[in-house]
């Protein structure tokens, strides 16, 4: 990732927000790096270096500005526009594969040798796999710090140190602090603290604005599944299947941040939670640069005036996403759900301790495979292409995680009967947070165009729709609004 300076340096000297997360500046006389915003006075050019990342930043020996807290920011939205291997191996660190599987399980994931990938990622991003994971644990145990009442040990844990040693010494290193210090001069600013209990943590999860909260908890609301998904005005909640046991999440969108109460199994389950939910809220969007590409087509105009911050719902689950978009094939949203509802009813896992109206995850893609056939209705191809598809989910024949290459796993899906452009194209968008594609077979979508009095036949407007590059996921959207509620 180049970060031009001079641009860097006007957008310091401005305090544009917009950049926070997307790279850093660090000043040379005070050893600190800050985001973009900082609101001190800005250093002189000749004093002022730019990193693309956080990590990249601490390998260069500078500490986290405690003024401006650069680490408590949204994420860049350059991991979803990449999809190159330094932004396939970024989305699987935030998610937590290192601590996980350490750097020969992320070189496996995303299909390369250990030795290439650190090259890749210190050339693109300015700093190896475990730097950059560091730099990740770093961020999480700060905000646990700083906003809850857990003990460091429970940090340590949530946050992904093998040891409370390995943590003392990284917030030194980091921070230039110890956590007792970061936790009393987060009390003296007036930064709120969560209280916490059992396996419960309470967060604040930041977001860039402007933000279509409205649009994207109406999207789940009218495809939640009972049990699975809870939808109430202003609040979304759900179950979560996570590497080491199951969680319950409870979201409600507040102005800048969104407000997230976590019941986890497993405490070290929290940053993989944490970056999920980010993903499938869309989070870490850019709605300035979004909005700007689309407001520039007189057509999307006035949808994009009255709807600024739009987002594309993302996922939780690979396997949920994949199976939902095939349930959804050539029927309506209301009997997707239904047909959604019936299989987990049938083979969801009943959580050990439900939570009012939580009470079943999304079922397994062993459990889908083995018992599609006698639970599904509907076309036999559909049920088949179901079935099939989860038992090669389950075999390791197909992998849906957040590292995979888009197009290769478009191009893998298609391979599978009753799997076609659209379903292929959904799923790559959802999972992957591809903010480029346009999926043209849609029929509200194409109802929205013609709406909007745009071209409605597939081919012009796949011709109209090069003009939304690189966001034609966020067109898509906007399209579908105006086509109306779907029933």
């Not at 209705?377 to 290459?405: N, Q």
């Not at 034609?472 to 105006?482: D, E, F, K, T």
Request: aromatic share 4%.
């Amino acid at each position: 990732m180049l970060i031009d300076p001079e641009l860097g340096y006007r957008a310091v000297v401005s305090r544009d927000a917009r950049f926070d997360g997307q790279f850093y500046l660090a000043v040379r006389p005070t050893g600190l790096y800050c985001r973009p915003s900082c609101p001190t006075i800005a250093p002189r050019r000749r004093n002022a270096e730019f990193f693309p990342t956080a990590a990249a930043a601490q390998q260069a020996g500078y500490r986290a500005c405690r003024r401006c807290l650069p680490d408590i920011v949204a994420g860049s939205p350059e991991w979803d526009t990449r999809g190159d291997l330094a932004g396939r191996a970024m989305r699987l660190i935030i998610d937590g594969v290192v601590e996980r599987e350490g750097v020969p399980g992320l070189a496996r994931r995303v299909g390369y040798s250990e030795r290439h990938l650190t090259r890749v990622l210190t050339a693109e991003l300015g700093a190896g796999p475990l730097a950059l994971a560091r730099a990740h644990r770093a961020h999480t145990a700060r905000l646990l710090i700083e906003t809850t009442t857990m003990s460091v040990s429970d940090v340590a844990i949530a946050s992904g140190f093998a040891s409370v040693r390995q943590f003392n010494d990284t917030i030194r290193s980091v921070f230039a602090t110890t956590p007792s210090e970061l936790r009393v001069a987060a009390q003296r600013s007036g930064r709120g603290r969560h209280h916490t209990t059992a396996g419960r943590i309470r967060l604040r999860l930041p977001v860039r604005t402007p933000f279509d909260a409205a649009g994207i908890l109406a999207f789940l609301a009218a495809r939640a599944i009972p049990g699975v998904e809870s939808a109430r005005p202003g609040r979304y909640a759900r179950t979560l299947r996570l590497p080491h046991g199951s969680a319950t999440a409870h979201l409600r969108p507040a102005g800048t941040h969104v407000e997230c109460t976590l019941r986890l199994a497993d405490l070290r389950d929290l940053g993989t939670a944490v970056s999920r939910l980010r993903r499938l809220f869309d989070l870490d969007a850019d709605p300035a640069a979004i909005d700007g590409v689309l407001a520039a087509d007189p057509a999307l105009a006035p949808s994009v005036a009255a709807v600024p911050g739009i987002r594309v719902p993302g996922s939780v689950d690979g396997t949920e996403t994949i199976v939902r978009a095939l349930l959804g094939q050539q029927v309506s949203v209301a009997a997707a759900r239904t047909a959604a509802r019936r299989l987990t009813e049938a083979v969801g896992e009943q959580l050990p301790a439900p939570e009012g109206d939580l009470t079943t995850l999304f079922p397994s893609a062993a459990a889908v495979a083995e018992r599609a056939s006698e639970i599904l209705t509907g076309p036999a191809r559909r049920v088949e292409t179901i079935r099939t598809i989860c038992a090669a989910i389950a075999s390791g024949d197909i992998e849906l995680h957040v590292g995979v290459d888009g197009e290769a796993l478009r191009s893998r899906l298609q391979s599978y009967p009753g799997i076609g452009p659209w379903t292929a194209g959904y799923v790559v968008m959802r999972l992957l947070g591809d903010p480029d594609v346009l999926l043209p077979q849609d029929l509200a979508l194409r109802n929205g165009a013609r709406i909007l009095g745009l071209p409605a036949s597939m081919e012009t407007l796949i011709e109209h729709g090069r003009r939304w590059r690189p966001w034609r996921s966020y067109a898509g959207m906007h399209l579908v609004r105006a086509a109306g509620p779907t029933v």
